[in-house]
């Protein structure tokens, strides 16, 4: 078992509610990114630090409680934002030392009018359960609070008939009730059901106002979105009246906090878009929302701002603007740095006894790694910054190498391309990583194959030439669709944009797992039919790019352990084309992924040491290899390979004065950013 601890991060994250605490708007944090990037745990830590400070919920739209109705109940009377709305209260209401319980009698008489609305079956038992689940949420708790609940609910049961509109009867009967009953809770509640008198048409009358409510809920499509946001309004209405109450401020809990993960679902959508909608409408509430949202963005937050964590802390630099959206502050998780992720790897193979430990990450606890055994592990000193450049610093990903590595370390496995095969609790760790960044993802394997392309029409060239039929561009956008939905979004030359998992699928595709696929999807071209997946996808996009675009031609060749083409481009240009350009199309070249580079000796280095030759054909082959060793994310870096690069480089800029400037500096940062596992800087 794991423990976690907090960080200056995490304390940042807790003081956003105080650093707007006297501002008229309060942003409606949203924090961003890919699976893997903390957004579910720094929520936990935020319920746990407000846990006892003040009333606070959390709820995960991903829950399998806002997928369906409950057993029984109709689903015209029943909606994820209901089931949010649910849960959310009953976490708010639970005490809070020194401030008593917060009681929900506006929410309460609205969900009550829509559960009445699926009542006409006279399932009792059911009935009964969902009338004393609303009721309580006004109630204070105590020994009493069961009996009046069942009295009431009795009541409502009794008003039902075979005959007539079961709702209203029932709305009626809730009033009666409310009206005659002396309790505290009973009054709470005629307070609540009076609210509901400046429901739209409601034309003073708190009866016709909920009715309509229940009308509209079970109305579906706009009606239901309508209803629906007069509920978060009822919730949020509840919660002023406890934060604006009789007792005196400085002995009052802090604002209500309300954690939604997995905004983008439903169950968490509705609350966000409503409450947004009133803010921008002026509707001020004394809530602290805090939200985690998988990807980059969301339509329904398309004028919202953007700030890094630490801009996010600061009370100055935002104000709202007049749309909805704009109400929002969209945070993303920055990714561990080398520093952080050093102190991970450090922190699990250098224990001294069998402690739990926890990353102090800028997100509360991000990475947390056991520690079983009582003596330090070894590791390579280029480790870190190899797993660094392997996992963009993804918590996630940096807690699966880690404790790959501290599993295999003792066995001789120390390249990021042995420890994601190794075993790990029956399946190799790479495939527990992808089903971590795209869990049940059931086009994997031509996902694998399109990890190849570079582009929307790279791809599509790819899937109609080797993928199912009827797969083509249509599947390719579904594809493209989810990659976007889940943080991925395409990147300049890469179809899946972010390296990691372009790593990993291409990792899958080199292991031979997609070779079924290939093998079996062209009939019609009987004289390839074993074509290894991974030539053949290459091979493929070489072809389709061909003279037209030859540094992707030279890049999938190269793919393909045919460096003669890239040597020969870069030897004819490199005297003639602009030394920045040069670089990177060097560069660009040189990211080709390497074949069988777990089931082949890696000649790379022995290439990129070969005997001086000053034949410019020559040291461009031989730099060629010595940028694609040291930047491959699979391998551990060499500082022999890297010390020939500089000298390269600087013997390269010699031949080009005109260039010496900028191939010079390349020949100083090349080196180093190769061996700390930094992207190549250019100029």
């Known amino acids: 078992m794991t423990t976690a601890t907090a960080t200056p991060q995490t304390h940042a994250l807790f003081g956003i509610p105080t650093a707007y605490a006297h501002s008229e708007a309060l942003p409606f944090i949203v924090l961003t990114g890919a699976r893997g990037l903390g957004r579910s745990t720094a929520l936990r ?79 009792l038992s059911r009935i009964c359960a969902e ?24 009541r409502l049961v009794s008003s039902m008939s075979d005959q007539g509109p079961v709702a209203e009867a029932i709305i009626e009967t809730a009033l009666e ?84 993960d997995n905004v983008q679902e439903a169950a968490g959508r509705r609350l966000l878009e409503s409450v947004l909608r009133d803010r921008a409408d002026g509707r001020a509430d004394q809530v602290a929302f805090f939200a985690g949202l998988r990807g980059q963005g969301h339509p329904a937050l398309r004028n919202a701002a953007r700030r890094t964590l630490p801009e996010a802390t600061r009370a100055d630099g935002w104000t709202p603007g007049g749309t909805p959206s704009s109400h929002a502050l969209l ?53 870190p910054s190899a797993i660094r450049r392997l996992t963009g610093g993804n918590p996630a990903g940096t807690a699966l190498m880690v404790e790959a590595a501290r599993r295999n370390l003792p066995r001789g496995l120390t390249a990021p391309a042995d420890l994601l095969l190794a075993d790990h609790t029956g399946r190799p760790t790479y495939r527990l990583l992808l089903d971590r960044l ?52 395409p990147t300049p030359d890469h179809f899946v944009g972010d390296t990691f998992l372009r790593t990993l699928l291409l990792l899958r595709l080199r292991q031979g797992t997609a070779d079924s696929l290939v093998r079996t999807v062209r009939p019609d071209r009987p004289d390839q039919p074993n074509l290894p997946t991974w030539r053949d996808a290459h091979r493929t996009l070489a072809a389709h790019y061909g003279s037209a675009r ?52 890696d000649d790379r280095g022995a290439v990129a040491l070969d005997r001086p030759d000053p034949a410019l054909h020559a040291r461009v082959r031989r730099l060629l290899h010595t940028v694609w060793q040291l930047t491959d994310p699979l391998v551990l870096p060499d500082p022999e390979v890297a010390a020939r690069m500089r000298r390269d480089l600087e013997q390269l800029s010699a031949t080009r004065p005109a260039a010496d400037a900028l191939l010079r500096r390349a020949s100083r940062d090349w080196p180093d950013d190769a061996l700390a596992g930094r992207p190549l800087r250019v100029g």
Request: a negative charge; hydrophobic letters at 40%; glycine letters at 8%.
């Open 331 to 383: 945070v993303p998780l920055p990714p561990l740095s080398p520093d952080e992720t050093r102190q991970v790897l450090e922190t699990a193979c250098d224990a001294e006894q069998p402690i739990p430990v926890a990353m102090a990450a800028p997100t509360p606890a991000r990475v947390a790694i056991p520690v079983p055994f009582p003596v330090p592990v070894p590791f390579p000193p280029r480790l």
């Open 131 to 154: 009338a004393e689940r609303v009721l309580l949420l006004s109630d204070t708790g105590g020994w009493l609070a069961g009996r009046w609940v069942g009295k009431t609910v009795a």
């Open 438 to 489: 795209l869990p049940d993802e059931e086009h994997i394997d031509e996902l694998a194959v399109l990890a190849v392309a570079h582009d929307h029409d790279s791809a599509v060239a790819l899937a109609e030439s080797r993928l199912p039929a009827g797969f083509g561009a249509s599947g390719v956008r579904a594809l493209e669709d989810r990659l976007a939905a889940e943080g991925h979004p």
């Open 45 to 123: 830590e935020l319920r746990a630090a407000y846990r006892g400070r003040a009333p606070v919920a959390l709820i995960d739209g991903e829950e399998t409680r806002f997928d369906r109705p409950p057993p029984g109940r109709p689903p015209e009377t029943w909606s994820p934002a209901y089931e949010a709305l649910s849960a959310i209260a009953e976490q708010l209401g639970e005490p809070v030392a020194g401030a008593g319980r917060i009681t929900f009698p506006r929410l309460a008489c609205g969900l009550l009018a829509v559960a009445a609305g699926g009542w006409g079956d006279r399932g």
């Open 177 to 260: 009730a409310f009206s005659e009953g002396m309790s505290s809770s009973h009054r709470r509640l005629r307070r609540g059901a009076v609210w509901y008198r400046d429901h739209p048409n409601a034309a003073g009358n708190p009866k016709l106002g909920l009715v309509l409510l229940s009308r509209h809920f079970r109305a579906g499509g706009d009606a239901r979105t309508h209803a629906e946001h007069h509920l978060v309004r009822a919730l949020l209405a509840d919660l002023d009246d406890a934060h604006a109450g009789v007792v005196p401020r400085s002995q009052r809990a802090g604002r209500p906090v309300i954690l939604l």
């Open 550 to 601: 030859p540094l992707h031609r030279a890049h999938h060749e190269l793919a393909l352990g045919e460096p003669d083409f890239a040597v020969s481009h870069l030897s004819d240009t490199f005297r003639e084309a602009d030394p920045r350009t040069w670089l990177n199309s060097l560069a660009f070249i040189a990211s080709a992924p390497r074949a069988d580079s777990t089931n082949a000796p």
